[in-house]
């Protein structure tokens, strides 16, 4: 089946530091993926996504890269800030699927 | 102006209840979502609509009900309310269902049965 894991949190980082959440998935159609960024009291949103084998996402300062050889979509970011303080969601889409399939998101504390 | 909209925003109710959530989109997308999400952040797709038509419907109890009067319209009715649908509630639209489709979410209805 299309399944998403990501790593547990909660993770804190100190302001400046570099982060890497993984995000490794199953797909039994050609999968899209994305990450969905959700601040206190919001709803989620697209932070970046990526639809083809290396294609490599990018906002705000985080990036992910789509490896198929591996099956992840890890993202990063090279120097945190408090207003990163958020949780983060992987997610995937299959061709030939009607759902977005959510991993069970990572909470990540930024302290100055 | 809010791209998905859900009303009410805080929702305090007592156990056997009924109450409805309503949802509107202004994005002219064809697919509409309820999810559901707990408070370890979990996130649960209950329904799908896409073009008023319901497309996706999870194991969820009876008791929940969406309704689509329009493609732009998605709202859900829950009847006897019960302790455990205490949850935040997000209602979302895409211009199409599943490869490639962002979500865009509402930003949630705080649901609490006392």
């Known amino acids: 089946g299309n399944s998403v894991t990501q790593m547990e949190g909660p993770v804190t980082l100190s302001e400046e530091a570099f982060l890497t959440i993984n995000c490794t998935y199953t797909a039994t159609g050609y999968p899209s993926l994305f990450w969905y960024v959700q601040y206190p009291g919001e709803g989620l949103q697209l932070l970046l996504k990526?639809?083809?084998?290396?294609d490599k996402g990018s906002n705000k300062g985080f990036e992910a890269t789509y490896r198929k050889e591996t099956t992840s979509f890890h993202l990063e970011k090279g120097s945190v800030q408090v207003s990163d303080s958020a949780v983060y969601f992987c997610?995937?889409?299959?061709?030939?699927?009607?759902?977005?399939?959510f991993g069970a998101g990572t909470r990540l504390f930024v302290k100055a | 102006d809010t791209a998905v909209s859900q009303t009410p925003k805080y929702l305090v109710t007592q156990m056997g209840n009924d109450k409805s959530i309503k949802c509107e989109q202004n994005l002219g997308h064809d697919t509409m979502y309820w999810y559901k999400q707990d408070s370890k952040k979990f996130l649960k797709i209950m329904f799908s609509y896409n073009n008023k038509e319901l497309i996706i419907n999870e194991t969820v109890p009876n008791r929940f009900s969406p309704k689509s009067p329009d493609k732009a319209h998605l709202n859900l009715h829950i009847n006897s309310l019960e302790l455990g649908d205490s949850a935040v509630y997000f209602c979302?639209?895409?211009?199409?269902?599943?490869?490639?489709?962002?979500?865009?979410f509402g930003e949630g209805s705080w649901l609490t049965v006392v």
């Open positions: 979302a639209s895409s211009q199409a269902q599943g490869y490639g489709n962002t979500i865009y």
């Open positions: 990526a639809t083809k084998a290396d």
């Open positions: 997610a995937l889409s299959v061709t030939g699927g009607f759902k977005t399939i």
